[in-house]
């Protein structure tokens, strides 16, 4: 049986931007580690997860991206996507 971490028949990758403060990684984290977690450091540039599922028998990878909101990081945002 092949491991679901090492192989996958799909791979997404999800951008999650929004102004600061707005709950992107509590939701971000809340999806990858099915944990929630009430405080929160601010974002600097973007945060990187990977999320495995298995959906109809298929193995999702799923890249999600969280960028930071604050005004400071909107030059390098667009990076991103």
Known sequence: MTDVKTSF????KTIVIGDGAVGKTAIT?????DKFQEN????IGVDFTIKH????DK????QIWDTGGQEKFSRIRPLYY
């Open 59 to 62: 193995r999702i990878k799923c």
């Open 29 to 33: 984290y809340r999806y990858a580690e």
């Open 40 to 43: 929160y450091k601010m974002t």
């Open 9 to 12: 028949d799909y791979m997404f």
């Open 53 to 56: 599922e298995v959906v109809k």
